[in-house]
DNA sequence: ATCAAGATTACCT
DNA sequence: GGTAATCTTGATA
């Protein structure tokens, strides 16, 4: 595994960039998430969907700040993380300024280390198949369950210990496939779903 | 008070 | 390909 620096991580700013850009942008990110108080679990972010206020019936936002969705409404750098079809919660970073409602939907991952930590918060175990290696976090519902991220992390501030983001080279926009969003039914041709192309963490081929 | 929809996943044929 | 599981929320009455 490649070691890491933890000084850098992703600041302020990065946050307060244009969506599409940021959901871009953040395909080969590193995504930190503390475990146990020590423990720091590494993933690169591979699959990335944009969501807005403006234009995007699809959006948990679209029409205005209620008690669920709060956190989409408090400016970048946050997480925003929400409850879904009964069973699970989906990770997003919000983007842009408090009263744009903009939030990029983290839908998968690469694990970089901790896999027996990661096997056993998906799988109840830690020995698991080559199939199963591939499916520890190739979706939002997944991704969130491996790390451990629930409503208790719903608001974090990414700039904080627990969870954040490190820098790393952007992927090569010829390397990142643009696409429908999936799983949704309103503005439902918008292509705001961004992936590395042949990376087999992606949630879908 | 009631109800349908939902940024998903696992399992079935 | 299809659909059940599962429950919170916002809309409507």
């Known amino acids: 595994m490649p070691s890491f620096d933890l000084s850098k991580k992703l600041p302020l700013n990065f946050y307060h960039q ?4 940021a959901a871009q942008k953040l395909l080969g990110k590193i995504l930190v998430r503390k475990i146990d108080n020590s423990f720091y679990l590494y993933t690169k972010i591979v699959e990335t969907e944009a ?9 948990h936002s679209f029409k205005g700040k209620t008690k669920s969705n709060s956190v989409m409404f408090e400016g970048g750098g946050k997480l925003y993380v929400y409850f879904t079809y009964g ?11 408090a009263e744009q409602g903009e939030a990029v939907l983290i839908r998968a991952a690469e694990p970089l280390n901790g896999f027996d930590i990661l096997s056993i918060n998906r799988f109840k175990k830690n020995k698991i198949s080559e199939k199963e290696k591939f499916n520890l976090t190739s979706g939002p519902g997944k991704l ?15 700039l904080g210990n627990e969870i954040f983001i490190l820098d790393n080279d952007d992927i090569p926009k010829n390397d990142i496939v643009t696409s429908k969003r999936i799983g949704i039914t309103k503005s439902k041709d918008l292509l705001w779903r961004f992936f590395i192309k042949n990376n087999p963490y992606v949630s879908k081929k």
């Open 144 to 158: 969130s369950i491996a790390l451990n991220i629930t409503k208790n992390e719903n608001g974090m501030d990414l």
């Open 18 to 21: 244009d969506l599409l850009t």
């Open 87 to 97: 069973m699970y919660y989906c990770s997003n970073i919000v983007i842009g300024n």
């Open 51 to 59: 969501y807005s206020k403006n234009g995007d019936e699809a959006s």
